[in-house]
């Protein structure tokens, strides 16, 4: 499974390359969240599979990494370029990455 760190992420997504999407649950998302990122969280993500951003590469992230772990694995058996964010939103904010809260 492909993994990118969070800066490297953060990297990508000032150069506007990135497309995050947020496989937490919406109350985990509305405490902070990465700006630009998509909301799909895992307990509706196969109903909701059809709203993934149109993206050459898909960044996915949790709150640690785990469940985007699985999402990351499924979607790389569909044939979708992805790759699991490393250490997800926690890895961001202690790596003192911007975040949006809200």
Not at 73 to 83: S, T
């Amino acid at each position: 499974m492909k993994e990118i760190t969070v800066t490297e992420l953060a990297e990508r997504a000032k150069q506007g390359t990135a497309a995050i999407v947020d496989v937490r649950e919406p109350d985990e998302w509305t405490g902070e969240h990465v700006e630009g990122a998509v909301n799909i969280p895992l307990s509706q993500f196969m109903e909701r599979e059809g709203e993934l951003p149109d993206s050459d590469e898909l960044h996915i992230m949790c709150h640690s990494g785990g469940r985007s772990s699985r999402v990351t694995q499924y979607l790389e058996q569909k044939g979708v370029d992805a790759a699991n964010v490393d250490g997800g939103i926690i890895a961001w904010t202690q790596a003192g990455l911007p975040i949006v809260s809200g």
